[in-house]
């Protein structure tokens, strides 16, 4: 079955600490994996996807198709990077179909 | 233009009203969908849209019916509509395939 599963519904950290948000898929294709972040009062937008590679705004994210992960990560957290985050994966069927993982509240303290 | 662009932003509704949401893109994509999003919930899939044709309903009640004009455009009538029927919803439109969707603000639905 196709699931993306976030194991932490709340991350809170302090700034200037290392953090993690982990991302676990299950799919018998080829994973197209994203991360999307909601900040307070703002629209749902993309962060990552994984084929490009690119460190956006300190994040990074890896796919490891051994452990079917996608973990994003930050080596220093900012109060700015507080906000809800969702891992997702875009399924490869004519549907164009995205399967949303649960989602991860970040809540970086001063 | 990269934006999604819904309308109303905001709609409060009785059961028994007609209403409808409204949702465009001018960026080319050929998928559009609907999504309905309770607080602190991800985004729940309700229709997709590819090539202007209805591609996939998750089981949605007939309540809500999805319309795609043309390839820029997307409605969501509304009629009959439940209080649990009251949530933000979405409009995104993508390619799919290694391409992000792109979502917009969205309209806050409450039905009294």
């Known amino acids: 079955a196709q699931r993306v599963t976030q194991p932490e519904k709340l991350l809170s950290v302090f700034k200037g600490a290392p953090v993690e948000l982990k991302c676990n898929y299950s799919?018998?294709?080829?994973?197209?994996l994203f991360w999307y972040v909601q900040y307070s009062r703002q629209r749902l937008q993309l962060l990552l996807r994984h084929i490009s590679r690119e460190s956006i705004k300190g994040f990074t994210a890896d796919l490891n198709k051994g452990e079917t992960s996608f973990h994003l990560k930050k080596p220093f957290a900012q109060e700015e990077d507080s906000a809800m985050y969702y891992c997702a994966l875009n399924l490869n069927t004519g549907g164009f179909k995205t399967i949303f993982g649960a989602g991860t509240r970040l809540f970086v303290k001063a | 233009d990269t934006e999604v662009t819904q309308t109303p932003k905001h709609l409060v509704m009785g059961m028994t009203n007609k209403k409808s949401l409204k949702c465009e893109q001018h960026?080319?994509?050929?998928?559009m969908y609907w999504y309905k999003q309770k607080a602190k919930k991800p985004p729940e899939l309700m229709f997709v849209y590819s090539y202007e044709k209805l591609s996939i309903n998750e089981s949605v009640p007939s309540r809500f019916s999805p319309e795609c004009p043309n390839s820029s455009l997307l409605n969501l009538h509304l009629h009959a509509l439940q209080p649990e029927d009251s949530a933000l919803y979405l409009c995104a439109s993508g390619q799919g395939g290694n391409q992000p969707q792109h979502f917009g603000d969205g309209t806050r639905l409450s039905i009294l």
């Open positions: 960026m080319g994509h050929r998928a």
């Open positions: 799919y018998s294709g080829s994973p197209e």
